[in-house]
């Protein structure tokens, strides 16, 4: 147990829906992460927060994709009018230095766009 | 910019037998390093990582992984391979100066067989 809980697991939709998965770092981690992956390839870094600040968001794909972190604890990704090409896992992390810097995962969400 | 090859995509050994997986980084200043390891459709398992001091470095698993600043790698290994050691296997890169955010390889497939 990595102490971060994604939510859902696993979401099917439609293409040009909008979807939006939640993150919780159990214990309180001011930096908090957000990645894709998609198969056969390493995860991709789309954006991070420290606390509730959003530090960078140029690596997210497309104006389509949005992150919050509203209190500096949990944060939510949305993704609208979804495409096929969003089809991935979206795997959330947390660091702090109180944990010496190191980055832990989730299980990630998986998002299959038909 | 910071970035990771991976150079072997599938890697195959039989149990008890030792194990390599290389990784090669790029990286202007001192690297922090990582091996996570990925069971499918599971989030990602850190193994190991290396900030600063011994070059060598233990991990979870019986896994250890030696940096080599000379040579940009950072290979992973294990003496005696477990069927269960039988997963996707990702070397990343941060630093302190971007908040950590990790440069991730393409992985390695690891296969064992009895």
């Known amino acids: 147990d990595t102490g971060v809980s994604q939510n859902p697991r696993h979401k099917i939709t439609k293409r040009g829906q909008n979807v939006t998965f939640r993150c919780d770092p159990i214990?309180?981690?001011?930096?908090l992460y957000w990645y894709r992956q998609t198969l056969g390839q390493g995860p991709e870094f789309l954006t991070y927060?420290?606390?509730?600040?959003?530090?960078?968001k140029s690596r997210l794909l497309s104006d389509r994709f949005s992150a919050e972190r509203p209190k500096g604890s949990f944060s939510t990704l949305e993704i609208q009018r979804t495409e096929q090409g969003d089809s991935a896992m979206y795997l959330c992390?947390?660091?702090?230095?109180?944990?010496?810097?190191?980055?832990?995962f989730g299980e990630g969400s998986w998002l299959t766009v038909v | 910019a910071q970035s990771v090859t991976q150079p072997d995509i599938h890697i195959t050994v039989s149990e008890g037998a030792s194990l390599e997986l290389r990784c090669n980084y790029s990286?202007?200043?001192?690297?922090?390093l990582f091996w996570y390891v990925q069971s499918p459709g599971q989030g990602l398992q850190l193994l190991l990582k290396?900030?600063?001091?011994?070059?060598l470095v233990q991990g979870i698993k019986g896994f250890e992984a030696e940096f080599k600043r000379s040579q940009s790698s950072f290979n992973l290994r294990k003496p005696s391979v477990h069927w269960s050691d039988a997963a996707e296997y990702f070397c990343?890169?941060?630093?302190?100066?971007?908040?950590?955010?990790?440069?991730f390889g393409a992985g390695t497939t690891v296969t064992v067989r009895a």
């Open positions: 992390a947390k660091g702090a230095q109180a944990s010496g810097n190191t980055i832990y």
């Open positions: 214990s309180e981690h001011n930096r």
């Open positions: 927060f420290q606390n509730e600040a959003q530090l960078e």
């Open positions: 990286y202007g200043a001192t690297p922090y």
């Open positions: 290396y900030f600063s001091g011994d070059t």
């Open positions: 990343a890169v941060g630093a302190r100066s971007n908040d950590y955010k990790l440069s």
